[in-house]
């Protein structure tokens, strides 16, 4: 995750949760930090009665994100979300036992498509041959145990999205002036000079950086504590965001974002390149989405967690906008990475409302209102989500178990704990 957006921090968990109410607050102590930089550092305690204010529930034991034999499915029963691109993400079983899927849209009628597994095994997309409709409601019938959906079948909403892309307007870059390097070996690359300004820079270790600006060119770039340059990755238009080292298929890796950067959200991909710098995979979100800039994090399993954004055609009256506004849905996607299908996918809008922003929203219908702003995620041990979001001013438990449902959360307008004197969660 990028420094100025990230979660930092630790928040204990709960003790075994009890039946009925809890008799009093649990203290629960940590320090989160939000957008910004800003941490709130104290004790905090979990409010009487609210979901979540003791411990989760036994570990699962099969799979990270589901029980036995039980499905998660992407859009989730009752989604009101779903991009008219959409896969049906079903994880949870080896693709040779889904069996039938029958897909039919209210005003599209029956859709054709193919089951197409994902490579860690642990189940499969069906990918439809025709896209779904705006406003329709789609029947899903399956033959499976899924989570949220008694008998194996459920119903989505697909939403009126809008689009959120624009022209960028970039000033002209600025290669033959000073603070501009051009090597002997390769002079068009035209990386900008790094100048580290201490006393004490340490001996070894890299700085990894991705440049922006006018003077030279954008990219990822690695250079020596002294800021000699070891390595860059000119870009031919757009910005590179979060350059980190990771692994993939065990093996160390180097992986960011590239793309445009409009409204302050990214929309491009995800790089991975090999310790030797070359391309090992380019992930692009799913479901006819962009990849955002906030996060790229790979997991063992071979799977990467992506942050993305989408304009949905929203009823914003309550936050001072219009009927007919343009809400953007803060959307988590695990991506397979050998077959760039959608495992899961995790939508904003479906679980918080656009009341708890500390935004009101614009009066104009077609200024996309960034009422979440999706931020960081972490999986946690049990196998739910961590999701921090920078216009609500807090962090969220989901569990894709039971539909993406919050299990609690964690400062905002909504949070299931007291804060302790003097904390306080901002952005």
Not at 68 to 81: E, F, M, Q
Request: charged share 20%.
């Amino acid at each position: 995750m990028d420094v100025e957006d990230g979660v930092a921090g630790a928040v204990r968990r709960r003790a075994p949760r009890r039946a009925g109410r809890p008799s009093g607050p649990r203290r629960v102590a940590g320090a989160l930090a939000l957008a910004a930089g800003i941490v709130a550092v104290g004790a905090v305690s979990a409010a009487p009665g609210a979901e979540g204010a003791t411990s989760p529930r036994a570990p699962r034991v099969v799979s990270p994100r589901v029980a036995a034999s039980r499905v998660v499915v992407s859009p989730a029963p009752g989604s009101r979300t779903a991009s008219p691109q959409t896969e049906i993400s079903l994880l949870g079983v080896p693709a040779r036992d889904i069996g039938a899927v029958k897909v039919t849209g209210s005003l599209s009628g029956p859709h054709r498509g193919r089951l197409e597994a994902y490579s860690t095994g642990s189940g499969a997309s069906f990918v439809v041959a025709r896209p779904f409709v705006a406003g329709e409601t789609v029947t899903v019938r399956t033959h499976l145990d899924v989570a949220g959906a008694p008998g194996g079948s459920w119903r989505f909403v697909v939403a009126h999205d809008i689009s959120t892309i624009s022209a960028p307007t970039q000033p002209a870059l600025r290669t033959d002036v000073p603070g501009v390097l051009h090597p002997a070996s390769a002079p068009e690359l035209a990386a900008p000079v790094v100048t580290v300004q201490r006393d004490d820079a340490p001996e070894g270790g890299d700085f990894f950086l991705a440049p922006k600006g006018t003077t030279g060119r954008a990219g990822p770039m690695i250079v020596r504590a002294d800021g000699r340059l070891v390595w860059f990755h000119p870009l031919a238009s757009g910005e590179a965001f979060d350059l980190n080292v990771q692994r993939y298929q065990g093996k160390d890796v180097l992986t960011w974002f590239q793309g445009e950067v409009v409204d302050g959200h990214g929309q491009g991909e995800d790089v991975i390149e090999s310790s030797s710098y070359h391309t090992v995979a380019v992930v692009h979100a799913g479901n006819g989405l962009d990849a955002d800039l906030h996060e790229l994090q790979l997991t063992p399993q071979g799977t990467l967690w992506l942050t993305a954004y989408q304009g949905t055609r929203w009823n914003l009256s309550g936050q001072g906008g219009p009927v007919d506004g343009d809400a953007l849905d803060g959307i988590v996607q695990e991506v397979d990475v050998a077959t760039g299908l959608v495992m899961y996918q995790w939508d904003s809008l479906d679980h918080v409302p656009v009341s708890q922003s500390d935004f009101r929203a614009p009066h104009a219908p077609d200024v996309p209102y960034d009422y979440f702003h999706v931020n960081s995620i972490d999986v946690l041990p049990s196998g739910d989500l961590l999701v921090s979001a920078r216009n609500t001013s807090a962090a969220y438990e989901i569990d894709p178990a039971r539909s993406g449902k919050v299990v609690w959360t964690l400062g905002g307008s909504a949070s299931s704990f007291t804060m302790g004197p003097g904390a306080r969660f901002w952005f």
